[in-house]
């Protein structure tokens, strides 16, 4: 645990009180009532993998619908729902999604040694909630992207525990259901975790070869995901991008000079990664912010790329204010997050077709002020870095104060 000296940051060390758990319990259950009221099958993208198995149950290849943008594996996956009641699907998806981000904002505080019922921890869970605005839509939607959610921040937590392998089957599992989190494959590539890898890629890859023997398209996914992905998808899925790419030519940029904008930015992202990941400190903080930054680095020019996305970085970089020098302590960081405060009026930004502009700016400013930390934090600690691997350390590894 993170040494907190000042009688504030105390404060926020402390259990919360149980009132404040029930506010926030509360605040997530009005969440998964009204998902469940106003839409079936918990959530439009849900429902859009549950059609897709239940067509897959009935004989037919669940890649007819170009908006099923899975590997075979995640058919699999949804087939539990097609066997649950409808009346229950559209209730049990939402909680689902909310009980997954909990379980990524736990695995997240405890990478960073932060206590699970610290005020710190119901505060943070409720500004999620609250003033995030891609929490309510994830949950609205009931996009697999929670799964991802949830799985980064644990695979983190035990790779920094040293369980690497372990660290590499909750990646793969989670590709398998989604394939979001291919970027942190070259974390595995950076800490030299061969095995690690290995288990990151067989397990998507043994499942989906499974699932795809058994359905009357094996290779749909190659002959009509990957054409339909590589070429910018489609008009209505093109409006709620919030990648370079997407965005800048709704502004009259040429297609062309968009890509390489942002090509640029993910290389330069990714540049800094490694620079940070030779640091070698040894922390937590590490792992979370190559990780994020890969990730930040992948949303910059992967088609599509929405703001829901977002929760696979943003609660590890909450996380991590308690590290001197993190992303989270830059005031950049809290002007990204700006545009995402519900209910906070942006002339001509309101209708959903527009919103991409907001979720834009969020997603440039998170991925500029992430490399910038990470790259000053590798030019001042590269010449004391220690050349193990994180967790190989001969001693304890002192830890900065709050």
């Given amino acids: 645990m993170y040494a907190v000296k000042s009688g504030v940051l105390v404060w926020f060390w402390r259990a919360a ?3 404040a758990w029930v506010a926030v319990g509360g605040v997530l259950a009005g969440m998964v009532v009204r998902v ?3 839409a ?6 849900n429902a859009i993998v549950v059609r897709a198995a239940r067509v897959w149950l009935d004989g037919g290849s669940p890649y007819a619908d170009p908006h099923f943008l899975y590997l075979p594996s995640a058919v699999l996956a949804a087939v539990p729902e097609v066997l649950v009641p409808a009346g229950v699907l559209r209730y049990l998806a939402p909680a689902v999604v909310v ?3 909990l379980v990524g904002w ?3 505080l405890r990478l960073y040694g932060i206590p699970w019922r610290s005020r710190f921890a119901v505060l943070g869970l409720g500004g999620l909630a609250l003033g995030f605005a891609p929490f309510g839509h994830l949950v609205q939607l009931g996009n697999w992207t929670v799964v991802s959610a949830a799985a980064l921040p644990l695979a983190l937590l035990l790779a920094h525990r040293g369980r690497w392998t372990g660290a590499g089957a909750v990646v793969g599992a989670a590709v398998a259901v989604k394939p979001l989190l ?5 974390l595995f590539v950076l800490a030299r975790r061969g095995r690690a890898l290995a288990v990151t890629v067989l397990v998507p890859a043994v499942a989906s070869v499974l699932a795809a023997l058994a359905m009357p398209d094996p290779a749909g996914f190659f002959t009509r995901t990957l054409p339909f992905l590589l070429s910018g998808d489609d008009a209505f899925v093109r409006l709620y991008e919030a990648s370079p790419a997407a965005v800048l030519p709704r502004l009259g940029v040429p297609q062309a000079v968009a890509s390489a904008v942002g090509l640029a930015g993910a290389g330069g992202g990714v540049w800094c990664a490694w620079r940070r990941w030779r640091c070698g400190d040894g922390g937590p903080a590490r792992l979370a912010e190559v990780a994020v930054l890969l990730m930040l680095s992948a949303f910059l020019v992967s088609r599509p790329s929405y703001d829901h996305y977002l929760l696979v970085v943003v609660p590890l970089l909450l996380a991590g204010v308690v590290v001197a020098g993190a992303p989270a302590r830059s005031p950049w960081f809290w002007l990204a997050l700006v545009p995402q405060v519900p209910g906070f009026v942006w002339p001509w930004l309101e209708s959903g077709e527009r919103r991409a502009f907001k979720d834009a700016v969020t997603l440039c400013l998170l991925a500029v002020t ?3 930390r990470c790259a000053r934090r590798a030019s001042v600690t590269v010449d004391t870095a220690d050349p193990r691997p994180a967790g190989e350390s001969a001693v304890p590894v002192s830890r900065p104060a709050f």
């Fill in 17 to 19: 009180p149980w009132q």
């Fill in 36 to 38: 469940g009221r106003a």
């Fill in 40 to 45: 079936g099958g918990g959530g439009m993208d």
């Fill in 99 to 101: 009980g997954a981000l």
């Fill in 106 to 108: 736990a695995s997240a």
């Fill in 182 to 186: 291919v970027p942190v494959l070259l």
């Fill in 370 to 372: 992430a490399a910038v």
